[in-house]
């Protein structure tokens, strides 16, 4: 089934979506990695989109499925090698979203030096809320946000927190390809990462963006 985002009273179909990986330093010594030098990039396809309140899919290719909170970026024109400080000329919107990861499969894949896309681009492995058209009265360097599990607060992050901030992922993205309308950025997640488990509740919330939550089958 295709997916579409109702922003403003129009349908737009998401095209590509862009991950940001290791955005938040607490989150990158959790993982136990080494900073990284640049945004790490990865991308998932379409078929990773499930709307609010849809049942989520336990992948059946791994066995550690990880939750990860991120504010998603909506691109509302084109552009390409936009500069940072006109970048936030180009959001069509804000969300909150889930990066599913498969955390076993991830750390063989580190092991072998090979891509991420088994553990982080399968079907259903990005979740997202709904879409509030972005306004210039938002701040997108003061944006709070939290996850939580069984009503249990596992994940809570702050946009200033990150390593490489919205605007600068737009120039930076933009830069290597031309963005489109309807492409998302998922742009990293703090700490606190953990599993969900067949039957858990998941919730999202913030200060300034909808609330959401799915059900693990």
């Not at 862009?18 to 990865?42: L, S, T, W």
């Not at 998941?202 to 609330?211: H, N, Q």
Request: contains cysteine; aromatic residues 8%; proline residues 9%.
């Amino acid at each position: 089934m295709s997916f579409s985002i109702e922003l403003s009273g129009r349908p737009i179909s998401p095209q590509r979506i862009f991950c940001i990986g290791k955005n938040y330093p607490a989150h990158v010594r959790e993982m136990a990695d080494p900073p990284p030098g640049e945004p790490v990039v990865f991308m998932k396809p379409p078929t990773s989109l499930v709307r609010d309140g849809e049942t989520l899919s336990r992948p059946e290719h791994g066995h550690v499925l990880h939750h990860e909170v991120e504010v998603v970026v909506l691109i509302g024109q084109s552009g390409k090698n936009i500069p940072e400080k006109e970048a936030p000329g180009w959001i069509a919107g804000l969300a909150l979203g889930l990066d599913l990861t498969l955390r076993d499969v991830q750390s063989i894949m580190k092991k072998k030096g090979l891509p991420w896309e088994m553990a982080k681009s399968f079907d259903q492995s990005a979740p997202v809320g709904s879409f509030i058209p972005f306004t210039n009265s938002i701040v997108l360097s003061d944006i709070s946000f939290q996850c939580s599990v069984e009503g249990q607060r596992r994940q809570q992050g702050k946009t200033s927190d990150m390593l490489y901030s919205i605007p600068y992922l737009i120039h930076f993205l933009s830069g290597i390809w031309a963005l489109q309308p309807g492409d998302l950025i998922f742009t990293g997640t703090p700490s606190g990462v953990g599993p969900l488990e067949a039957g858990n509740r998941v919730r999202l919330e913030s200060d300034i963006l909808p609330g959401c939550e799915w059900v693990v089958a």
